[in-house]
């Protein structure tokens, strides 16, 4: 058994939490890039669009996130595209995340009053730049509450990726125990920084729905 401080331990979870956060950050902006685009062509009226963003949203959140990483990280390499678990982790939460938060703003979209559609229209102004003026920023803010809650649920589930061998926070934590055999320590102190990092956006969102109420 190898002899870790406290300070140790915590210095070096803390150093891997960048990596959590980071992959965080980046996946919910791919996330939501793609996940727009997603929205656009399941809101539209032809069925040649709406319909695969249909199939596409109920795929991934159909199955589970960690079946998803799997099938990224083990089935790419079997058609020659070697993959590593960085680009593994983006990639199947990116994916992930866009078709959750493409449902989410759907939502918005279809609590948003037909007026507003009608409204536009009435001034000219054809559908792309009523979804880009009118539609997209009434959504996007009626729907920051959810939108915020379900960056709370991708932080978590950035913890799935160790089982591919990204090093985020719970692999580093695992290396260490398996070193120093203090779970409690270890584990106690993951829990304390994924606590930190997800209790302001709960925070946040409490206040976000407050606001709306």
């Known amino acids: 058994m190898i002899e870790f401080t406290f300070w140790d331990i915590a210095r070096n979870l803390m150093l891997?939490?960048?990596?959590?956060?980071?992959?965080?950050?980046?996946?919910?902006?791919?996330g939501g890039l793609v996940g727009l685009a997603i929205l656009i062509a399941r809101i539209d009226r032809r069925k040649w669009l709406s319909r695969p963003a249909e199939w596409y949203i109920g795929l991934f959140q159909g199955t589970p996130l960690l079946l998803q990483l799997f099938l990224v990280f083990f089935g790419l390499p079997r058609i020659g595209l070697r993959i590593d678990p960085w680009l593994t982790a983006v990639l199947g939460l990116t994916l992930c995340a866009s078709a959750f938060l493409a449902e989410i703003w759907r939502g918005g979209v279809e609590a948003l009053p037909r007026g507003?559609?009608?409204?536009s229209a009435s001034l000219g102004l054809h559908y792309w730049r009523q979804l880009r003026l009118i539609v997209l920023p009434q959504v996007l803010s009626m729907t920051r509450?959810?939108?915020?809650?379900?960056?709370?649920q991708l932080v978590k589930s950035t913890a799935l990726t160790s089982i591919i061998g990204f090093e985020e926070l719970l692999r580093t934590a695992n290396a260490i125990n398996n070193a120093t055999f203090q779970p409690?320590?270890?584990y106690g102190f993951v829990?304390?920084?994924?606590?930190?990092?997800?209790?302001p956006l709960t925070r946040y969102v409490d206040a976000l729905e407050k606001r709306r109420a």
């Open 116 to 119: 507003q559609w009608e409204a």
């Open 184 to 186: 409690f320590t270890v």
């Open 191 to 199: 829990a304390l920084i994924f606590f930190v990092i997800c209790f």
């Open 145 to 152: 509450a959810p939108t915020v809650g379900f960056l709370v």
């Open 16 to 30: 891997a939490a960048r990596w959590t956060v980071l992959l965080s950050i980046v996946a919910f902006i791919g």
